[in-house]
T-cell receptor
Framework: QKEVEQNSGPLSVPEGAIASLNCTYS??????FFWYRQYSGKSPELIMS????GDKEDGRFTAQLNKASQYVSLLIRDSQPSDSATYLC????????????FGAGTRLAVHP | AAGVIQSPRHLIKEKRETATLKCYPI?????VYWYQQGPGQDPQFLIS???????DKGSIPDRFSAQQFSDYHSELNMSSLELGDSALYFC?????????????FGAGTRLSVL
């Protein structure tokens, strides 16, 4: 079992809809959680970071963290075709200057 | 704003050759991380350096070595290249302050081993 699990998709949503991406992690001591967006052949681009339980909003993006359930999600409101990409969930288990463990990524397709 | 700079962007090598990848972190960032991403795979952590000392080691083959220099740039040296080493290699950096654990990625080096 991977330490960070994501549904590989593809997740297909119409333009203007809400896209919901989910991620679970196995290590209870995990401290920091990140969502990266990656276009094909490009580098991961940070979308959101979240460290404490609850919701964190930034523009059209909302990250949700539930440490008791070991679950983190990303909501994208008013989805645009330009949001079509692979979304990588990443966990920093120990905090500080430590490696990221990535999920396999969820491919999102927003169709006009 | 300055980003993480990687060079070269593309590299083609033959089996058993050597390769050197370079990474220049964001100014004032003191930690560098290297990741390998195979086709259709998620990035896998290789190695990291904090203040010029190795801070963590992941699934890095013994054929690979890396170091961080006094100006904080890092180099990943790869020897006896194999076909399976063909991948995207990303460098990321992070700095101090409240955002010390946020890693910013460079554009990557695409290595093709023929």
């Amino acid at each position: 079992q991977k330490e960070v699990e994501q549904n590989s998709g593809p997740l297909s949503v119409p333009e203007g809809a809400i896209a919901s991406l989910n991620c679970t992690y196995s290590d209870r001591v995990s401290q920091s959680f990140f969502w990266y967006r990656q276009y094909s052949g490009k580098s991961p681009e940070l979308i959101m970071s979240i460290y404490s339980n609850g919701d964190k909003e930034d523009g059209r993006f909302t990250a949700q963290l539930n440490k008791a359930s070991q679950y983190v999600s990303l909501l994208i409101r008013d989805s645009q075709p330009s949001d079509s990409a692979t979304y990588l969930c990443a966990v920093n288990i120990y905090g500080g200057y430590n490696k990221l463990i990535f999920g396999a990524g969820t491919r999102l397709a927003v169709h006009p | 704003a300055a980003g993480v700079i990687q060079s070269p962007r593309h590299l083609i090598k033959e089996k058993r050759e050597t390769a050197t990848l370079k990474c220049y972190p964001i100014p004032r960032h003191d930690t560098v991380y290297w990741y390998q991403q195979g086709p259709g795979q998620d990035p896998q952590f290789l190695i990291s350096f904090y203040e010029k000392m190795q801070s963590d080691k992941g699934s890095i083959p013994d054929r690979f070595s890396a170091q961080q220099f006094s100006d904080y740039h890092s180099e990943l040296n790869m020897s006896s290249l194999e076909l399976g080493d063909s991948a995207l290699y990303f460098c990321a950096s992070s700095g101090g302050g409240l955002a010390k654990n946020i890693q910013y990625f460079g554009a990557g080096t695409r290595l093709s081993v023929l």
